[in-house]
């Protein structure tokens, strides 16, 4: 797939297997925020096959998805025993067999995380990840894109089926996500092997949108201007109370992996951190996952991602801060025995 990419974006950037930049970061970025961006993302992407998968995952995630019908779809979360997170995940329902998307990971970690767990059940399970992959397409100008594309078809798509299109010999899924702010984010399911195609028919067929193929420079500045957690945010650090992924719980379907401690965090309020946005007022350099200090060498919290934002000129990030720093306007804090000027804000920066 890589070297496709590079055939058909010469001027393309990769950082190990991560497609950076395909042209231009500005270019890309105003794509997002006024246009159609298409990213080309390699997520993770599990087959399951049995009669008992549907109520295996039902038992370990954490959303009820007992009764997923055919072509619909429901985000879950997989959670280990103290609630942090395995894996965000879209679990897709074909009927014949089941598809779980998830984030980004070369570690394999959610499909051994499944396996763990299946005992006795009639299960398979198949990693999809080299053969299968997601197109995310974003922007203001997504749907009439797509409406241009899809035609009539794009009005059997709502917020929670999947629908088979079909276009100039290609065949693939489509489905759409909602995140925060009422971001809709439209996914296709496609082969690796269709890729080449796609990208061909897309850029051939744009007409007067302003469409680009974006990487992952400037979809990181765009998302953490929108407040949207990603694998920086979704990892074994925290817990789906503390990144605001709670609506993608069941607080009434009985047990699930991790499902003790989420539940005493909710009973109690024993929520102690929270994903807020941050401003960097000074200049310091820094990697994601970074812990800040009070002048007494306590614990803040973590940065969790960084980037320049377009929009506001400043380096901004993503932060889990402890809750009795949320409501204070600025702060100094201390990263590596460095001091620093810190504003924090409500997420998202920008709509």
Not at 251 to 259: A, E, L, V
Request: aromatic content about 10%; overall charge negative; charged content about 25%.
């Amino acid at each position: 797939m890589k070297e496709m990419i590079i055939n058909k974006f010469p001027n393309c950037i990769f950082e190990n297997s991560s497609l950076k930049i395909v042209s231009n970061i500005k270019e890309e970025y105003y794509s997002l925020r006024y246009g159609v961006a298409l990213r080309i993302n390699n997520t993770v992407i599990i087959q399951l096959k049995g009669k008992d998968s549907l109520e295996f995952l039902h038992r370990i995630s954490t959303n009820d998805v007992k009764n997923l019908q055919p072509n619909k779809k429901k985000n879950t979360l997989f959670l280990n025993e103290k609630g942090r997170f395995i894996d965000r995940t879209t679990l897709l329902n074909f009927g014949d067999y089941l598809v779980l998307v998830g984030l980004k990971d070369e570690t394999k970690k959610l499909i051994n995380w499944i396996n763990k767990y299946i005992i006795t059940e009639e299960i398979e399970t198949y990693d999809m990840t080299d053969i299968n992959l997601i197109i995310e397409i974003i922007g203001p100008q997504a749907e009439s894109f797509l409406t241009l594309i899809l035609g009539e078809k794009l009005n059997d798509l709502d917020d929670d089926n999947i629908v088979d299109a079909v276009i100039d010999n290609l065949n693939f899924k489509i489905f759409v996500c909602k995140e925060k702010n009422e971001l809709k984010v439209y996914k296709i399911l496609i082969s690796v092997e269709q890729l080449s195609f796609f990208v061909d028919y897309i850029l051939n067929n744009k007409c007067v949108f302003d469409l680009k193929f974006i990487g992952d420079a400037s979809y990181q500045i765009f998302r953490v201007e929108k407040g949207l957690p990603d694998i920086t945010e979704i990892n074994l650090n925290f817990n789906p109370h503390e990144i605001d992924l709670t609506n993608e719980i069941s607080f009434t379907k009985g047990c699930y992996i991790g499902q003790e401690v989420i539940a005493r965090l909710e009973t109690y309020d024993k929520v102690q951190r929270k994903l807020s946005g941050i401003i960097f007022n000074d200049e310091i350099n820094l990697n994601n996952l970074t812990e800040l200090m009070n002048e007494n060498g306590e614990m803040i919290g973590y940065v969790t991602t960084t980037v320049d934002s377009e929009l506001l000129n400043k380096k901004i990030g993503l932060a889990v801060l402890k809750k009795n720093y949320l409501d204070k306007k600025e702060i100094n804090a201390f990263i590596n025995n460095s001091k620093i000027n810190l504003s924090i804000v409500n997420l998202p920066f920008a709509i």
